[in-house]
């Protein structure tokens, strides 16, 4: 079974979360050439926003109603997400062969880390236990739709709870994907 054969919430943000580390490996080998590491950067920039984007669209919002500490935990995952695509942004135009490349990768790797398991120590399990499985079924299929039309670039300043990124995020997903194609840019 792969990753889209899987649409249960928690399967499909697992997938992801084991997707991102792959990609975290392979850039802290620090090997291939200066453009291979950008183009491995560029894709795991655009994987980790879609992945945010979507979490922000239907999985927060279902934690804040369905968990009794549902705000408490989603204002801090929320607060990470946004140090992170801070962190993305600053990286977006850095090339490889500046120094601060390397420090910056190693800082957005080792906060995203973090986040992913307090998501899967904490968040996730509450979910599985508050939640149906028809539900995580539904949320996961919403995520997986989200993914496909979320942004593919880091917008820091954009709003990241319903209703205005229900409404903004598709657009800004357009939008990225055009400057991507235009640009060369391999996500």
């Known amino acids: 079974?792969?990753?889209?054969?899987?649409?249960?919430?928690?399967?499909?943000?697992?997938?992801?979360?084991?997707?991102?580390?792959?990609?975290?490996?392979?850039?802290?080998?620090?090997?291939?050439?200066?453009?291979?590491r950008r183009d491995l950067l560029d894709?795991?920039?655009?994987?980790?926003?879609?992945?945010?984007?979507a979490e922000e669209m239907f999985m927060y919002p279902a934690a804040r109603k369905a968990l009794p500490d549902g705000d408490e935990i989603v204002d801090h995952e929320l607060a990470e997400h946004?140090?992170?695509?801070?962190?993305?942004?600053a990286l977006e135009d850095l090339d490889p062969s500046d120094a601060r490349f390397d420090q910056m990768v190693a800082k957005?790797?080792?906060?995203?880390?973090?986040?992913?398991?307090?998501?899967?120590?904490?968040?996730l399990p509450k979910l599985r236990q508050t939640c149906t499985?028809?539900?995580?079924?539904?949320?996961?299929e919403k995520?997986?739709?989200?993914?496909?039309?979320a942004p593919?670039?880091?917008?820091?300043?954009?709003?990241?709870?319903?209703?205005?990124?229900?409404?903004?995020?598709?657009?800004a997903g357009l939008i990225d994907r055009?400057?991507?194609a235009l640009s060369g840019r391999k996500v």
């Open 82 to 89: 946004h140090e992170a695509e801070e962190d993305m942004k």
């Open 178 to 180: 055009l400057r991507d």
């Open 108 to 123: 957005l790797i080792k906060d995203v880390r973090h986040h992913l398991e307090e998501e899967e120590s904490k968040l």
């Open 43 to 53: 894709h795991v920039i655009a994987e980790l926003v879609r992945h945010s984007v």
């Open 152 to 171: 593919t670039r880091p917008h820091p300043g954009a709003p990241n709870t319903p209703p205005a990124n229900l409404i903004l995020a598709p657009g």
């Open 133 to 140: 499985a028809e539900e995580l079924q539904k949320l996961g």
């Open 1 to 36: 079974m792969t990753a889209t054969d899987r649409t249960d919430l928690i399967d499909v943000i697992m997938a992801d979360h084991r997707e991102f580390e792959k990609v975290f490996t392979e850039l802290e080998t620090a090997s291939g050439s200066t453009q291979h």
């Open 143 to 149: 995520v997986v739709a989200a993914k496909k039309i």
